[in-house]
C-alpha cells in the first residue's frame, strides 16, 4: 500500500516535470511567434542605441526588437522603414577615424557580393560630430554607410535597400543620421 502510493506521487511528480518542459519546448516558442519582432517607435522622440547614443528614427520607422540590444558600452538598434533597413551599432573603438571607417568597409565586403562604391566623403550631426559616409553595392540592393567617431566609440551606420525604395527614403534617413548624438551617461 505504502510503495503503491509512493509510485503514484513519483508518477504524478514526473508526469508535471513533463507538462512543464512541454510548455518550455512548444509553449514558449508559440508565445514568442506570435509577439511581432517589428514594433513602431514614437516619432520624433530620440530612440537609445546604447552607450550613451540615441537617435531620431525617420518617420514612420518601427524597431526590430530581435535585433535591438542597447546596454551601457555599446548598443545596436534595427529600424525597418518599408523595405529599408537602417542599422546603427555603437562599439568601443580605440583607433582613428580612417580605421573605424576601414573596419566598416571590411564588414560589408565580407557579405558575398558586397562591394565599396564611389568615393567617401564628410559628414556632420546636428550636434558636432564628424565622419565618413560611403556607398555600397550587392547584387539587387545598395546601401550607404557612414561611421562617426567620438569619445572612444564608434558609430556605424548602415542603410539597405532596392535603389526604387531606398531612394525614397534618403532624406528622411540622412535627417535621422544627423540627429544621432550622444550624452553624457556617467
Known amino acids: 500500500m505504502k510503495v503503491a502510493r509512493g509510485l503514484l506521487r513519483n508518477l504524478a511528480g514526473s508526469l508535471g516535470i513533463l507538462g512543464a518542459l512541454g510548455i518550455v519546448t512548444v509553449g514558449l516558442p508559440a508565445i514568442d511567434r506570435a509577439i511581432p519582432a517589428v514594433r513602431p517607435v514614437a516619432a520624433g522622440v530620440p530612440y537609445p542605441v546604447g552607450a550613451g547614443v540615441t537617435v ?30 537602417y542599422a546603427i551599432v555603437v562599439t568601443p573603438f580605440d583607433g582613428d577615424l580612417a580605421a573605424a571607417a576601414e ?35 550587392a547584387p539587387g540592393r545598395g546601401g550607404r554607410y557612414t561611421v562617426f567617431l567620438t569619445g572612444g566609440l564608434s558609430i556605424e551606420v548602415t542603410v539597405a535597400g532596392s535603389h526604387p525604395e531606398f531612394g525614397g527614403l534618403a532624406a528622411a534617413v540622412e535627417a535621422s543620421t544627423r540627429s544621432i548624438t550622444v550624452v553624457d551617461v556617467a
Open 56 to 85: 531620431v528614427p525617420p518617420p514612420g520607422a518601427m524597431v526590430d526588437v530581435t535585433q535591438t540590444r542597447p546596454s551601457g558600452e555599446r548598443g545596436t538598434v534595427l529600424f525597418i522603414i518599408g523595405p529599408v533597413r
Open 103 to 137: 573596419r566598416l568597409e571590411r564588414k560589408i565586403t565580407e557579405g558575398r557580393g558586397y562591394q565599396i562604391t564611389g568615393t567617401q566623403l564628410g559628414v556632420s550631426t546636428a550636434g558636432g560630430l564628424h565622419g565618413i559616409q560611403g556607398g555600397y553595392m
